[in-house]
């Protein structure tokens, strides 16, 4: 019985995080609001086991705080050890070592009372070195061992006489 109330609570809790969120169409947004609100808003749409954490985001130079137009934020997110059940703050989540990295655009537009959010969110190549190529010397060495290959194993005795 205990446990059906604690889901009843989660869900409850749940769709209270699903609402849109209040937005004052007269207030401004700073991008550093506007970013905090992205990452809620993907936390709380995906049906990820983890909680994403911002890990970096571009400076808009021509952002407008009163969001007169459509606003566009970029910025990447990792994955943290929090599941998503923890409802922890996430900045208080350590990331991941092997967690997935994520290249986000959000989109924030004004619509009177609410603020929408559209994120948009691909998965990131592997970051893995790249290995670089040492130039002609592996080149000449793989020559040198085919030229081997090539010569007889057995030395060849070769007779002269010279008189003096």
């Not at 085919?146 to 057995?154: E, V």
Request: net charge positive.
């Amino acid at each position: 019985m205990g446990s059906i109330r604690v889901v009843v609570l989660l869900l409850l809790l749940g769709l209270k995080c699903a609402e849109p969120t209040p937005f004052n169409g007269n207030a401004l947004l700073s991008q550093a609001q506007a970013l905090d609100i992205a990452i809620q808003v993907y936390n709380n749409e995906r049906k990820e086991e983890y909680v994403f954490r911002v890990l970096g985001a571009q400076s808009q130079k021509d952002w407008d705080p009163t969001l007169s137009k459509p606003q566009s934020l970029i910025f990447t997110i990792k994955e943290t050890e929090c599941k998503v059940v923890e409802n922890l703050y996430t900045e208080q989540c350590p990331f991941k070592d092997n967690g997935q990295v994520k290249n986000c655009r959000g989109l924030f537009t004004d619509e009177g009372e609410s603020l929408s959010v559209e994120n948009i969110c691909e998965l990131q190549e592997s970051t893995r070195p790249v290995r670089a190529r040492r130039g002609l010397r592996k080149f000449f060495k793989k020559v040198k061992e085919k030229i081997k290959k090539l010569l007889p194993k057995k030395a060849i005795m070769l007779h002269w006489s010279r008189r003096f």
